[in-house]
């Protein structure tokens, strides 16, 4: 006899796996994909030097936490080309179990100059998601076509590249004298977890000597070389739906948390927790189901964790919106049975995209955008996919990167005259 399927046997529920509320705004690919006007045929002045830095960054594990070597690296490199650096140390986490290596974030600008007046900031992240997946290319002799792999090759260690690489080309070829100390490249930790190094500098900056008034900040990340117009914002919540435990013969004298929680999931999963046109659908992700101690027993408690990715405004409230109307859906399952503890997070965040040049697009991951509080404009750019950024096949074209050199370059001069 062929088992009914799950869903089947919840009364109500949806009988596709992945509902049309679910469905991204564009279908993913792991096709490590280029520009469809971008020509490899010339060979850039600063290849080498590209090729070099973006190596030397990927060969250094960095997974969140564990950022201290390439960071030194980094300050060596930028001091060694002629910048100033100033590390920001971050405090442990209360919760660290064991000492670890200091982690910091690097702000860096042209020298001499000791007390920079920046206004427009160029920032990414020097952290990696785990694991550490070594340096590999496909040519000795690199061309524009030549595939470069490894952890962080696209996410974001192809965008601190190519900021440097780009804001060198400006200094050493005069395209912004005399405003040499008007930007400041920032690189921080713990992007891919809490955001703690973005955070931290912006609670921080003030004692900066002297504070930062930045008019523009241009933030790294994978966007396949499009200018992003702003990207979904995000909350999460550990949910817990408390039953009555009993004997499973007798499933009339309990109450199955476990019944309770996919029932409630599965009505969260089939409703519109608010939608956009810019942004599509609000979704949600169930990344850990548990509960229950034994078959036998009528489960008395279950949890989940879910993370939403939200298409509503505005920014400071949009996640807290989302998830009450979370709870209100898990409530019409049963008023008593549910509780939790949400982070409520961030609604839609918008970016500037009004750039000649640029072709423009949204995307569903969140960023360090939010993090840092300010009337600043905001551009949101980087080469790479984000389709292959997580993922064991991590890789981007060399040509790609240099396109992102020569976008990088457009973007500071604008920001600088806007």
Not at 170 to 192: F, K, P, Q
Not at 213 to 234: M, N, Q, S
């Amino acid at each position: 006899m062929k088992a009914p399927s799950l869903l089947a046997l919840l009364p109500g529920s949806s009988l596709a796996l992945g509902s049309e509320l679910q469905k991204p705004l564009k279908t993913a690919s792991t096709v490590i994909t280029s520009a469809s006007h971008e020509s490899y045929d010339s060979r850039p002045p600063y290849r080498d030097d590209l090729v070099f830095l973006h190596k030397s960054l990927v060969e250094i594990p960095s997974v969140s936490g564990d950022e201290y070597d390439v960071g030194k690296f980094l300050v060596d490199y930028l001091t060694t080309h002629g910048f100033v650096a100033q590390l920001e140390s971050i405090p442990p986490p209360s919760n660290a179990s064991e000492p670890s290596k200091p982690r910091f974030n690097i702000l860096a600008w042209p020298g001499p100059t000791r007390h920079p007046s920046p206004k427009v900031l160029v920032s990414s992240h020097i952290d990696t998601v785990p694991p550490f997946i070594p340096y590999s290319r496909t040519d000795e002799n690199p061309s524009g076509d030549t595939v470069i792999a490894g952890r962080g090759s696209v996410d974001a260690k192809a965008s601190v590249a190519s900021q440097i690489i780009a804001l060198q080309y400006l200094l050493e070829h005069g395209h912004i004298a005399e405003a040499e100390d008007s930007v400041m490249l920032l690189y921080v930790v713990g992007e891919e977890t809490s955001g703690d190094g973005m955070r931290y500098f912006s609670d921080t900056r003030g004692r900066l000597d002297p504070p930062p008034d930045f008019k523009a900040a241009i933030f790294g990340e994978p966007t396949e070389g499009r200018l992003v117009c702003g990207h979904k914002g995000i909350t999460s919540c550990n949910i817990t739906a408390k039953g009555r435990a009993g004997h499973s013969g007798y499933p009339s004298l309990g109450k199955s948390a476990t019944e309770l929680l996919m029932r409630g999931l599965v009505r969260v999963l089939d409703t519109d927790l608010g939608s956009s046109e810019e942004f599509g659908n609000t979704t949600v992700n169930v990344g850990l189901i548990e509960g229950g101690v034994a078959a036998n027993v009528i489960p008395e408690r279950a949890t989940a964790r879910v993370a939403i990715r939200v298409a509503i405004g505005p920014e400071p409230d949009g996640g807290k919106i989302v998830a009450e109307r979370l709870l209100e859906v898990l409530r019409s399952v049963d008023e008593e049975a549910f509780e939790f503890d949400c982070q409520y997070g961030y609604g839609v965040v918008k970016c500037n995209c009004d750039v000649e040049g640029f072709e423009t697009t949204t995307v569903n991951y969140g960023t360090d955008v939010h993090n840092l509080e300010g009337n600043h404009t905001r551009y949101l750019y980087g080469p790479g996919s984000i389709f292959v950024a997580h993922g064991s096949d991590e890789a981007i074209k060399l040509g790609d990167l240099e396109k992102s050199v020569e976008d990088y370059k457009k973007l500071i001069l604008h920001a600088l005259e806007s």
